[in-house]
């Protein structure tokens, strides 16, 4: 009878840790609001030595930063020839294509459904044109809409909503 209950306990205490067993890698984030935490960013995380760019901000890829942890990232968003690049400044140093680097996202958070992530967009393109590569690209499933009378929701209660990817621009 003894051995019983502990293994009925150990169950649930087992079932209670492992639905909240992480936010963003920790147990302790999962009951923060989203302001209230802090993320690894990287600027202009899209450049970077393994995507071979010239001069680049960045030495691992955006896959590779996200599996090492990064969860903010800040992308320069330019129009040309109809198609929208991430590069800085200049595509002479090498550039990506937007929707490659948030398939990168739509692939992570699909496989990873404990994690928040955040975009933050330095915008030279047309709203209209961004607006049809989030929705081409699939996360706009996830792209969480702040509403000022209800604040920020814990990321717990995102991941719940499986909105879990925040995106700020400055259009």
């Not at 169950?11 to 492992?18: C, G, I, M, Q, T």
Request: glycine share 4%; charged share 20%; with cysteine.
């Amino acid at each position: 009878m003894r051995t019983s209950l502990y293994l009925i306990f150990i169950r649930f205490l087992y079932a209670s840790v492992s639905l909240y067993a992480q936010c963003n890698g920790h147990e302790s984030l999962c009951f923060k609001s989203y302001n209230e935490v802090a993320y690894l960013t990287t600027h202009n995380a899209y450049s970077s030595f393994e995507d071979g760019f010239d001069l680049p901000n960045q030495n691992l890829n955006i896959t590779s930063q996200l599996n090492q942890g990064v969860r903010a990232f800040m992308l320069d968003v330019y129009s040309e020839d109809n198609e929208l690049l991430l590069y800085h400044s200049t595509s002479a140093l090498g550039s990506s294509l937007l929707l490659d680097v948030l398939d990168e996202f739509k692939t992570f958070v699909d496989a990873h459904p404990n994690e928040v992530l955040t975009l933050i967009l330095e915008d030279y393109s047309l709203i209209s044109d961004l607006s049809d590569a989030i929705a081409s690209s699939g996360i706009l499933e996830h792209l969480f809409v702040y509403d000022e009378q209800n604040g920020w929701p814990t990321l717990q209660e995102m991941i719940d909503l499986n909105k879990r990817i925040v995106l700020f621009s400055d259009q």
